[in-house]
Each structure stands twice: as C-alpha cells, then as structure tokens.
T-cell receptor
Framework: EDQVTQSPEALRLQEGESSSLNCSYT??????LFWYRQDPGKGPEFLFT???AGEEKEKERLKATLTKKESFLHITAPKPEDSATYLC????????????FGQGTELSVKP | DTAVSQTPKYLVTQMGNDKSIKCEQN?????MYWYKQDSKKFLKIMFS???????INETVPNRFSPKSPDKAHLNLHINSLELGDSAVYFC??????????FGSGTRLTVV
C-alpha cells in the first residue's frame, strides 16, 4: 500500500535555528513528491515538486531534497513567519494524478 | 484574482440536511479535485474530474455526489449529513500530471 509518513509531528525552533523535516514514503511507482505549506484557516500552498532521486530545489530559506525512500525539507535560519504546517505528498504513476499526503509537521519558530 | 475559489467558507447545518459546496477555477486547468481534511489535519482525496469526466472516486459514501458542469467548475453535494462529515473540504485544480492548486477550504460543521 502506498504510504507517506512525516516526522516530527511538531517542531519548535528558535529564530535562526536551522533544522530539517523528514518525509518517508513507500509507493509502487513515484511520479513526483510535493511539499506544501499550510497556514491556519487556509488551503495548502505549493512549495516544491521533486521528480527523481538526487534532485534538489530551493526557495528563500527552504531547500527540498529527494532520495529513493525519503525527502527532507531543510529550513535555514528560520524566521517566525516560517511557522506553519508543512505537508508532504506523493503522486503515484497511473493513479489519475491524486496526491497521497502525510500527516504534516507543525513548525513553530519563536523570536 | 482568486485562482481556485469555493463557497461558502463556513457551513453549519443540522444532521440529516442536504448541502452543496461550489468550486470554480480560473487557471484553465483540466483536472479538478475534492479533498477532505479531518480534525487531525490529514488530507485525503475524495474525487477527481478531468474535463468533466470522473476519474477518481475514493471509497466515499454515495451520499457525496460531485458534479462538474464544465471544466472550470466542480461542485460537491452532500445528502443526509452526518456528524462524521464535519471537516474542512478543499477544492483543487491542476494541469494534467502536475500538482494541484488548492482553494481556501469550506469548514463544514454538522450539529
């Protein structure tokens, strides 16, 4: 069965304290791995798509990497405005484009 | 210019009632989705339409009926609402094979 597991469930950081979020996946055939950010009361906001092992993408303080079993979202020198829930999802071949989501990591960055 | 808009944003209703949620996208995407987010923030796909054709129907009670009058609109009708239907429902759209853009959600509360 296709599965996505994120860790930790919650992460508290001080402003400037770099860290990483993990997304482990087990799928029959990976088409793509997606990272989204979700703020309270809002819909998920697209951050990155990764398609193959070894691929990396960056946006401001965020960097996403992908291996054959997991993805990491590295946050460098976070700021309070980076506080949100980060969602990882996989898109599997021949399944009509649906995303299978992990349960999310709730990040809190204190000033 | 809102890319994916859904109405209403909040919906409070009694058990047994029938209600509808409307969704429209102005991105020109071919594929539209309904996702459900439970109280633990876990997002799960319910339905997907591609050019008005149903392509994903994930083990959803048949009290839920999606309707796509054209490729820019995907509505969700729910009959005989139950307490367990309380959740946030997200509409989303994507170009073929890519990750979806989400709406801001409809918080449904059944009392």
């Amino acid at each position: 069965e296709d599965q996505v597991t994120q860790s930790p469930e919650a992460l508290r950081l001080q402003e400037g304290e770099s860290s990483s979020l993990n997304c482990s996946y087990t799928v029959s055939g990976l088409r793509g791995l997606f990272w989204y950010r979700q703020d309270p009361g809002k819909g998920p906001e697209f951050l990155f798509t990764l398609y193959s092992a070894g691929e990396e993408k960056e946006k401001e303080r965020l960097k996403a990497t992908l291996t054959k079993k997991e993805s990491f979202l590295h946050i460098t020198a976070p700021k309070p405005e980076d506080s949100a829930t980060y969602l990882c999802a996989v898109q599997v071949n021949n399944q009509g484009g649906k995303l299978i989501f992990g349960q999310g990591t709730e990040l809190s960055v204190k000033p | 210019d809102t890319a994916v808009s859904q109405t209403p944003k909040y919906l409070v209703t009694q058990m047994g009632n029938d209600k509808s949620i409307k969704c429209e996208q102005n991105l020109g995407h071919d594929t539209m989705y309904w996702y459900k987010q439970d109280s633990k923030k876990f997002l799960k796909i319910m339905f997907s339409y591609n050019n008005k054709e149903l392509i994903i129907n994930e083990t959803v009670p048949n009290r839920f009926s999606p309707k796509s009058p054209d490729k820019a609109h995907l509505n969700l009708h729910i009959n005989s609402l139950e307490l367990g239907d309380s959740a946030v429902y997200f509409c989303a759209s994507s170009p073929r094979g890519r990750g979806p853009t989400f709406g801001s959600g409809t918080r449904l509360t059944v009392v």
